[in-house]
């Protein structure tokens, strides 16, 4: 009988312990704070004012990345970009922004020769200005941006995930993929 209380006991045990207010897993960094993403208005490769205030609404991604850079930027752009094209991406609206952190050779025409080249969905904007207009960017979503050796750039390569009301969510790195996005956009919006 004393063993038969042991076991129940430990049921008990086991099914408190996991009880509670269960905790998403998500592959992203999850930035407990939710800080509201700092607003910006910048043009686009088109020509169109983008604001991050207008994209109340829907699920974005902001990232930094240049259309000359050798490695780590054509892989981001890439996995977000297969992200953006899902079932999931569209069923939310998730929309990219890229912010660009060259701004002397991310021209337009630039920027439409590296969507043609890496097929890059509408839906991926990439944001341009001048060095002082993306300073203040990169300085409120705490990117650096240096010349960095034979006409590259060094950069921060993160991509935040700001939800419809326009809160940072998750911050992913370099390793970013776009299984991992789809799976934190479906954790954090389950309808």
Partial sequence: MRGRHLLISAAVLTLVACGGSAKLQLRGTELTSDPSAPNFSLVDQDGRIVSMAAQRGRWVIVTFLYTHCPDVCPLIAAQLNRAL???????????ILAVSVDPARDSPKAIRRYALVHR??????????????????WKDYHVAALPGPRGTVTHSTVSFLVDPSGRERLLYDTS??????LHDLRALNPD
Avoid: M
Avoid at 85 to 95: F, N, P, W
Avoid at 126 to 137: F, P, T
């Fill in 85 to 95: 094209v899902t079932a999931t991406g569209r069923q939310v609206g998730l929309r």
């Fill in 120 to 137: 890059l969905a509408p839906r991926f904007r990439w944001l341009i200005g001048s060095r002082n207009e993306l300073a203040r960017v």
């Fill in 176 to 181: 970013v993929k776009a299984g991992d996005v």
